[in-house]
């Protein structure tokens, strides 16, 4: 029975102790027959990590019910603490499914399930140097496993050791030309170098290979998106969600899809309507939702939303500034640049911040403190093109012509399509017109008629 137990292949040798001629007596422990109600709760390996972890909701009570009666952890076997961790891991509970992982491998260090478990974790939990350490231990134990070469390969490109990343996810091909986890990463791969066509062709076997995983769809909706093919990423993306309609993530897609590059908010907030967020992605739900009504000229609506978003996460810049946006649209400008100055508290560098209070300042008329405000919108981040410009164009109007002649040449420095903007705007009729300046200005917008003139 000891061979079964430390068995460290499948999962499936604690269902068959119920086989065995000792199985009265294994009923009559307690909690050996509560770890094979948790393993009969589980799904297969493969669905607990090529599919999204969050089981139905009775499921999961019923699964904190079992493991709460498993406290502690009675079995002093690996076999124990590797189901338990995979029960976690299911639930979405990192921490608790680490240590019941790393417990495991205290019993067992050869326990192939627990190692390739923790590697997962780490690299869950963002520690890519310890899930590369985990997948290196797997690969020494099964140095033929092209799962073993593709958990080595994503944690490589993690760590931006790109050529081994891609040596180790061909190496994976090659040992087995359908390894949809080498497919997968390697279409991410390939997307984010820029080889566009040959992610897409990557995400397309893999989705051949596995059409039952959101996974795969999500994964061409994401080179498909990078490719400027919307519509095309959108479809793929709706494949996703209908195969995993609980997961945020790939709402997230297709909402800002909808709303943003298909210019149909109203159908992303259908979508949006029809989801039932967990409680960790309430704030980002109201949000999504405060954009798509703003789209929608909704700024009221837009407003509460915001509002829902600020009271589930206030420490989010991101959430003030939206909130401030629906304020100015609704002409409550005062309480807007309150809104921005709240999120510049919570992250003083934060450019969208001090750009949009610009934007309300200028629409103020206080052309000078909004001038300042584009400029810290550039410091912070220096491609914000379109903050050089209303710098320019609030200092000319604010006469401060050096400043506003300086901007500008910036400006069209690193964006030469304001050149034209330039010719046809107002605001910069006092460098037109000033004796200093009015041949440079004209020089720099490249406008010859008026020079000749």
């Given at each position: 029975m000891e061979a079964l137990v430390y068995d460290p292949r499948e999962r499936r040798y604690l269902q068959e102790l119920r086989a065995l001629p000792e199985a009265e007596a294994l009923r009559r422990e307690p909690a050996l027959m509560t770890l094979l109600q948790v393993v009969d709760l589980l799904p297969p390996r493969e669905r607990l990590w090529f599919s999204q972890f969050d089981p139905q909701p009775r499921v999961e009570q019923e699964l904190r019910s079992?493991?709460?009666?498993?406290?502690?952890?009675?079995?002093?076997?690996?076999?124990?603490?590797?189901?338990?961790?995979e029960a976690w891991t299911w639930m979405g509970e990192g921490q608790e499914a680490r240590r019941c992982s790393l417990r495991a491998l205290l019993l067992y260090p050869a326990q192939l399930n627990s190692v390739h478990?923790?590697?997962?974790?780490?690299?869950?939990?963002?520690r890519y140097a310890d899930a590369l350490l985990q997948a290196g231990r797997l690969l020494e134990l099964v140095p033929h496993a092209p799962?073993?070469?593709?958990?080595l390969g994503l944690e490589l490109w993690c760590l931006d050791r790109k050529l081994e990343a891609e040596q180790s996810l061909h190496r994976a091909l090659e040992l087995n030309p359908e390894c949809w986890g080498a497919l997968h990463t390697l279409a991410q791969v390939r997307s984010r170098a820029g080889s566009g066509r040959e992610a897409l062709r990557l995400a397309r076997r893999a989705a051949e290979l596995r059409p039952d995983l959101a996974l795969s769809h999500e994964i061409c909706g994401d080179v498909l998106r990078a490719?400027?093919?919307?519509?095309?990423?959108?479809?793929?993306?709706?494949?996703?969600?209908?195969?995993h309609p609980r997961n945020f993530g790939i709402l997230r897609r297709c909402v800002l899809l909808l709303a943003h590059e298909g210019e149909q908010p109203d159908h992303a907030l259908e979508l949006l309507l029809e989801?039932?967020?967990?409680?960790?992605?309430?704030a980002e739900y109201?949000?999504?939702?405060?954009?798509?009504?703003?789209?929608?000229?909704?700024?009221?609506?837009a407003l509460e939303a915001f509002d829902q978003a600020v009271l589930a996460d206030a420490r989010k810049p991101e959430y003030h500034v939206q909130r401030g946006i629906a304020l100015?649209?609704?002409?409550?400008?005062?309480q807007a640049m309150a809104s921005y100055a709240r999120a510049i508290r919570i992250e003083p560098a934060y450019a969208a911040a001090h750009l949009h209070m610009g934007v309300t300042l200028q629409m103020m008329q206080r052309h000078a403190e909004s001038a300042r405000a584009y400029v810290r919108a550039v410091r912070f981040d220096p491609e914000r093109t379109r903050a050089m410009y209303a710098a320019a164009a609030q200092f000319a109007l604010g006469n401060h012509l050096e400043q506003a002649w300086a901007w500008l040449q910036q400006a069209i420095a690193a964006d030469e399509e304001y050149k034209e903007t330039a010719r046809a705007d107002d605001d910069f009729d006092v460098l037109r017109n000033h004796p200093d300046y009015a041949r440079p200005f004209l020089e720099l917008i490249g406008d010859e008629q008026e020079q000749e003139e």
């Open positions: 079992r493991l709460l009666e498993l406290q502690p952890l009675p079995p002093d076997t690996a076999a124990g603490w590797q189901v338990a961790a478990d923790l590697s997962r974790l780490e690299h869950m939990g963002g799962d073993a070469h593709q958990l490719l400027k093919r919307p519509h095309l990423a959108l479809q793929a993306y709706l494949r996703a969600a209908r195969l989801f039932q967020p967990q409680p960790e992605h309430l109201w949000s999504l939702k405060g954009n798509c009504l703003r789209a929608m000229g909704k700024a009221k609506q100015c649209q609704l002409e409550r400008r005062r």
